[in-house]
């Protein structure tokens, strides 16, 4: 049974909640977080993922907030592990899909025929403001980090980042639940997935220039544990900004016709 949200924020009006365990943990699928954000009688979920987790989000967002009342749903990109639950929250609620213009006509393909028509937001390249409740989301570009199309959001309110797959660590989901406050130690369990998923150094050299400019207290990406505290949050951008990635990394070397096989049987990979 899965664990009560992550509270990340909460006032009067205003709440962030962050979902990391609604995955079983037996390795055939990666662990992802799903969040929760209320202003007032106004809400929004931000990557509400795949179907493996839809019921369990659905049930738990209950306690706080009517799935019947939610206003959007917000996607950093396509990936399966971001809207593959899309149809069935396309059938559960009158929200509408907030996503990259690039991904708005790839979107449908996640649900049956008609339901996306006149309820998707198709956001610009530069971003935009959101508007929530009396308060309002800032979607921040993140093109390439990973996806062609991709973006991040602020929440000027609980000043946290949501980061989707920039920041991503992998733990378990109870893990996931635990703030990392000191970057170092931390790097380990972030640095594989980044070389390989965000495509250069200059695309997160001109992000951290960017992000330097908001007040951040918590970043909060789609996989993993939030980075939290204005040392930790800075070492990550000092971090980035000195990453080789992607294409950084790449050569003559990976493109060479193939020469080993796939053994179907075995399901593995023979050099």
């Known amino acids: 049974m899965s664990l009560e949200p992550v509270e990340l924020y909460r006032d009067k009006r205003h709440i962030c909640l962050m979902f990391s365990d609604l995955i079983e943990e037996d390795g055939a699928a990666v662990q992802a977080n799903q969040f929760l954000i209320v202003d007032g009688d106004t809400g929004a979920i931000i990557d509400p993922g795949g179907n493996l987790a839809f019921n369990e989000l659905f049930m738990g967002m209950t306690k706080y907030f009517a799935p019947n009342k939610l206003s959007y749903l917000i996607a950093s990109h396509a990936d399966p592990d971001i809207i593959a639950s899309l149809d069935r929250w396309m059938t559960s609620t009158r929200a509408q899909l907030v996503i990259s213009r690039i991904w708005e006509r790839f979107a449908p393909h996640f649900t049956k025929v008609g339901k996306t028509e006149n309820r998707v937001i198709g956001v610009p390249d530069q971003g935009a403001?959101?508007?929530?409740?009396?308060?309002?989301?800032?979607?921040?570009?993140?093109?390439?980090?990973?996806?062609?199309?991709?973006?991040?959001?602020?929440?000027p309110i609980s000043k946290i980042l949501f980061s989707g797959d920039l920041g991503v660590s992998m733990m378990s989901g109870t893990e996931a639940r635990s703030p990392v406050t000191d970057l170092l130690p931390h790097i380990a369990r972030m640095e594989g997935f980044h070389k390989r998923y965000m495509v250069s150094?200059?695309?997160?050299?001109?992000?951290t220039r960017m992000a330097r400019q908001l007040d951040v207290a918590m970043i909060v990406p789609q996989h993993g544990a939030?980075?939290?505290?204005?040392?930790?949050?800075?070492?990550?951008?000092?971090?980035?900004?000195?990453?080789?990635?992607?294409?950084?990394?790449?050569?003559?070397r990976n493109y060479q016709l193939p020469s080993g096989r796939i053994d179907p049987i075995a399901r593995q990979y023979i050099a």
């Open 201 to 207: 150094n200059k695309i997160l050299r001109l992000w």
């Open 226 to 252: 939030p980075i939290m505290g204005q040392q930790a949050i800075q070492d990550f951008y000092n971090w980035l900004d000195g990453l080789s990635c992607g294409i950084d990394l790449f050569d003559e």
């Open 129 to 155: 403001h959101l508007p929530l409740g009396q308060s309002q989301l800032h979607i921040l570009p993140a093109h390439f980090m990973h996806a062609e199309g991709n973006f991040h959001f602020y929440d």
